[in-house]
């Protein structure tokens, strides 16, 4: 005949306990990402910079005039000359209207 041990358990209000607080852990771990994603999603500056490259050697093959304004999904883009004695410098700058968010590019030019 077989005989049985006694194989301890938890209480159910245990269970629940732990239960509890493993729910609350990955709530708290999943907001956490979620703030971090959003903030990656919001900084992503790569399709304004490409379009900035674009209207860059647009500009380099004289296929744009200056001062250059344009909007770009929800970038406002201004390009324009500055001249300082023999040296001259382009300024590309983009500027987001819903974020605020600033992007700006220079390109210096010796006559």
Known sequence: ???LKKIKASTLMETLVA???????FM????I??????????SNIRNIE???????YLYVNDR??????DEFNTWDIHIAK????NITVVNFE???IKTQQNYSKQIIENK
Not at 19 to 25: A, D, E
Not at 50 to 56: G, M, N, R
Not at 82 to 85: C, L, M, Q, Y
């Open 28 to 31: 708290i771990a999943s907001m």
């Open 94 to 96: 983009a500027e987001n």
């Open 82 to 85: 500055d001249v300082e004695g």
């Open 19 to 25: 239960s509890v607080l493993i729910v609350v852990v």
């Open 1 to 3: 005949m077989v005989i």
């Open 50 to 56: 490409s379009y900035v490259t674009e209207l860059e």
């Open 64 to 69: 744009i005039q200056l001062p250059y304004y």
């Open 33 to 42: 990402l979620n703030n971090l994603f959003s903030k990656t999603v919001k």
